[in-house]
């Protein structure tokens, strides 16, 4: 199937160009949307193929390059278009194409009647082509070039409904702050390029393999695609584009914003694993960053009302724990969770679309109450997604997100391993408030003016599917103890081999008794179900909400981070701009420059006006001195 390949990425693409050029033309909801999702579902199909034929050949033959076209060539710099098919590489086309292909048909529900539906999957498409060039690429700048790719269809899709001014500027935040992760990971191209002479990632993996640890060249390389990553999977500072981003389409929330765009940055540290293993200071701030963002966003998920601004907070959360396991340099746990939180989350999402959907755009939570008999499967298949997140068994994220709390003891000490606890307990807190005030209780809106019902099955179906994959995903992952095989590290085990032996030279295997891990497992989950019992208790009969007040009021604010933001860059930025940029350099220099030339234009066009006096005699007297001068020249030369 391999041979068949390059049609994994151009189908989408395709796709995209036959809505953008013909979409409003052929006027059809119907084969828009059937359409881009059949052109997503093919290369999912392809890539399942090919999974299963390199399940069947032994581990050490899983990787082929498929080189397609030589794309760049200028003096040493030779970059191919072509792609590196390894265990990695599949799961995560697999992950974005299905996840990819449930949302393009639940989306076809819930755009329905909009002016620009053709557009909207157009955009979806583009998303998916550059997504699949990203977690495909075998060199580091056809990443950038996905990379960049999905930056773009992030802004497009989060400004989609342009005619509201929060959308626009939601997306501009999107893509102003991303432009700062972007700096991080072209300046570690640059010196990847200047010290290595490649930019081909095996390449570059393979000359770094024999370096010592902790080189300052490598730990500097290795902290500037971290900080590419902070940006494109929103962590500490620049995780605060995120939120905003809910103000695209639902779909866009879940496609985007939680199971696929959002994890590219989870993706370049797990490829370049090596790298990590090399530089454990970098690793330990990946890991550090990672605990204070996954603590600081359940914090705000907390006391947020807005349903999808609570699903963005959760999933920058969930995000740091990822970045938690490969700060561990649990570089497979990581990928793990990414796995299982694109199930779940993305169910959530598209599940308060749903909501949203029957509510008729109302997205606070206090205007809710009692839908889980008006919209049963809608409130069954959010029930397994909180559950799930929560880390309840045995459903998908309690197996990966106890394998990362196991990682954290193990390899972080006892003292990071009781804040991610916390923050896991936060989690399921502030999903069953969510869970609690969205479905039960009595109903909190106008029964006169809104009538929920349950959403059509091209919406209902998706949920359906995502929900038992909610529900039974993480048994690709069991644990150790159970004596049950671990497929997915199987599965992974060729892409870390490399990483793992780097470890191991200067940091011994930690080990535990197995009770150890089955006491552990025992208390994250007794805590997750005493702060679900009480989070239910509370929340489901509510019906009264008081105005926040002290720290409450610090959580509903975000912390104040985008005001200290505005305060401390966006405004001094401003006003630095206006007055030396605008006032000086713009309107004294460049204007000045400019107008200086016309000013002199005008005056010497003034003084040759003067010899246009319009009598003929004049200028027969001007074109005769000028013959005798010429005939002067020649006599004389």
Known sequence: MTKYFLLVTLLPLFGFLINILFGKRINSEKFSGYLSSFLVFVPFFITFLVFLDFISVPPESRKIVLNYFNWIAAGKLSINYSFVLDPLSITMVMVVTGIGFLIHVYSIGYMHGDESFARFFSYLN???????????????????????????????????WSEK?????????????????????????????????????????????????????????ALLFFLGATGKSAQIPLFVWLPDAMAGPTPVSALIHAATMVTAGIYLIARTSVLYALSPT??????????????????????QNDIKKILAYSTISQLGFMFIALGTMSYGVAI???????????????????????????????????????????????????????????LSGFFSKDEILYQTFINAGILPY????????????????????????????????????????????????????????????????????????????PVFTNANRVIQLYKPEGHHAVSVEILLLILSVLVAAGVIYFA?????????????????????NKYYLDEIYDKSVVEPVQ???????????????????????????SRLSIDWRKIQTG???????????????????????
């Open 282 to 303: 970098a690793s330990q701030i990946v890991l550090i960053v990672g605990i204070l963002t996954a603590l600081i966003s359940a914090t705000i998920a907390l006391k």
């Open 165 to 221: 001014k929060f959308t626009g500027d939601a997306a501009k935040k999107a893509f102003i702050v991303n432009r700062i992760g972007d700096f991080g990971f072209m300046t570690a191209m640059f010196l990847i390029f200047a010290n290595f002479g490649t930019l081909e990632i095996s390449g570059f993996l393979g000359n770094i393999a024999g370096m010592p640890v902790n080189s300052v060249l490598l730990t500097a390389i």
């Open 615 to 637: 009598i003929i005699q004049d200028y027969a007297t001007i074109t005769i001195a000028g013959v005798v001068l010429i005939i002067l020249y020649f006599i004389f030369a």
């Open 536 to 556: 239910f208790k509370k929340f489901s009969k509510q019906e009264r909400f008081e105005k926040e007040k002290g720290f409450g009021k610090i959580l509903e």
């Open 336 to 394: 793990f969770h990414l796995i299982t939180h694109a199930f779940f989350k993305a169910l959530m999402f598209l599940g308060s679309g749903s909501v949203i959907h029957a509510m008729h755009d109302e997205q606070d939570i206090r205007n809710m109450g009692g839908l889980k008999n008006k919209m049963k499967i809608t409130y069954i298949t959010f029930l397994v997604g909180a559950f799930a997140i929560s880390g309840i068994p045995p």
């Open 418 to 493: 009781i804040i991610v606890l916390f923050t896991a307990a936060l989690t399921a807190f502030y999903m069953f408030r969510l869970t609690g005030l969205t479905f039960f209780g009595k109903a909190r809106y106008d029964e006169n003016k809104v009538h929920p019902h349950e959403s059509p099955r091209t919406m209902t179906i998706p949920l359906i599917i995502l929900g038992i994959l909610s529900a039974v995903g993480g048994f690709i992952g069991l644990p150790h103890f159970t004596g049950l095989p671990n497929y997915l590290e199987r599965w992974l085990e």
């Open 575 to 601: 006003n630095t701009s206006e007055f030396f940029l605008w006032k000086i350099f713009d309107v004294k220099i460049i204007d000045g420059f400019v107008n200086g030339i016309s000013f002199y234009v």
């Open 126 to 160: 583009l998303f998916i082509f550059a997504m699949l060039n990203l977690v495909l690429a075998d060199n580091f700048l056809l990443v950038f070039l996905g990379w960049e790719g999905v930056g773009l269809c992030s802004y497009l899709l989060i400004g989609f």
